[in-house]
């Protein structure tokens, strides 16, 4: 079955921790997103990436990082940088960056101890 | 004022009532996205619109673009409807597209 996966469910982070979000598509598409979503808010674009190699910072891209070095996976790092890091995480991708129907995966959510 | 509005932002009903939530934004955009949250915080895709009307099953999405509305309606509703519905609308910032979300709607559907 195609689909998206990410990987944990749940993370817990100490303080000045980096940590590392997995994410999976064997859709074959070729843009990615990570979208970070907080209570009463809505989703917001932490960075997205058009092909293999390549990605660009969205709205909130202070205090994460990410790589995209295969087409099926788009790794997401918070970073110690990141003084809020608790919140739900969603990775999605696309046939294109002009943004088609976004398929989605069913999300991390990061704690903080 | 966010750019995308939803109303109502929570929302009750009795399984079998029709049900309409509506979307309302200020920008110019290019395509209008339903999308539904389930509790476990999956995200699924419901309609893609940048004109007229779209129907799947009990699902109807309308978008009037000179008004800057769209609505999403559910007829005979169910509990397994009951879900957070979202609006996020995709405009087009120079070379780049966009997608702009609203807060969502929180459906209940009881028997």
């Known amino acids: 079955d195609g689909g998206i996966t990410q990987s944990p469910k749940y993370l817990f982070r100490k303080e000045g921790q980096n940590v590392t979000l997995s994410c999976e598509q064997n859709?074959?598409?070729?843009?990615m997103y990570w979208y970070r979503q907080d209570p009463g808010q809505g989703l917001r674009l932490i960075y997205y990436?058009?092909?293999?190699?390549?990605?660009q910072k969205g709205d909130i891209a202070e205090g994460y990082s990410v790589s995209r070095e295969k087409k099926e996976s788009f790794p997401l790092t918070v970073t110690s940088a990141q003084k809020n890091p608790t919140a739900f995480y969603l990775c999605?991708?696309?046939?294109?960056?002009?943004?088609?129907?976004?398929?989605f995966g069913p999300g991390t959510r990061l704690l903080v101890l | 004022k966010n750019e995308v509005e939803q109303s109502p932002q929570n929302l009750t009903a009795q399984e079998g009532e029709f049900i309409t939530i509506n979307c309302s934004y200020s920008?110019?955009?290019?395509?209008l996205h339903w999308l539904q949250q389930h509790p476990g915080g999956g995200i699924v895709s419901l309609f893609m619109?940048?004109?007229g009307k779209k129907k799947h099953g009990r699902l109807i999405a309308t978008i009037n673009i000179q008004e800057k509305h769209s609505s999403l309606h559910i007829t005979a509703s169910h509990p397994r409807d009951s879900a957070v519905y979202i609006c996020?609308?995709?405009?087009?910032?120079?070379?780049?597209?966009?997608?702009?979300f609203g807060t969502g709607t929180r459906l209940q559907v009881t028997l």
């Open positions: 990436s058009q092909i293999v190699n390549d990605f």
């Open positions: 999605a991708s696309s046939i294109d960056r002009d943004l088609e129907t976004q398929y």
């Open positions: 920008v110019g955009i290019s395509a």
């Open positions: 619109l940048s004109s």
């Open positions: 859709l074959n598409h070729d843009a």
């Open positions: 996020a609308v995709r405009s087009n910032t120079g070379t780049a597209s966009k997608l702009t």
